[in-house]
């Protein structure tokens, strides 16, 4: 049975900094392609970050200098490290894993908000 199981995510204040993680099983973690999307209310889901299994990331602008996403082939686990976070980074972020087959976690709830 396959997992992704996303920790880390909170309430936090403009400009403070989350790390979320992503744990995975049942899977052969290290073939699969990683990411991390986000969907807030009323708004479709988004490519947040991604890494291949190659390590090569790729980033849309929204998030650019301030997000990092990194994994650990040893711990089954991607991470996403979220920096100088925004009002509108506030959504519920997935993790997921694709290829050969397409896999999401169940999400963590970001909330920016003073």
């Known amino acids: 049975q396959v997992q992704l199981v996303e920790s880390g995510g909170g309430l936090v204040q403009p400009g403070g900094s989350l790390r979320l993680s992503c744990a995975a099983s049942?899977?052969?973690?290290?073939?699969?392609?990683m990411g991390w999307y986000r969907q807030a209310p009323g708004k479709q889901r988004e490519l947040v970050a991604d890494?291949?299994?190659?390590?090569?990331?790729n980033y849309p602008h929204s998030v650019k200098g301030r997000f990092t996403i990194s994994r650990d082939n040893a711990k089954n686990t991607v991470y996403l490290q979220m920096n100088n976070l925004k009002p509108e980074d506030t959504a519920v972020y997935y993790c997921n894993a694709a290829y050969p087959s397409i896999y999401w976690g169940q999400g963590t709830q970001v909330t920016v908000s003073s």
């Open positions: 049942g899977i052969i973690f290290s073939i699969y392609d």
């Open positions: 890494i291949t299994k190659g390590g090569s990331t």
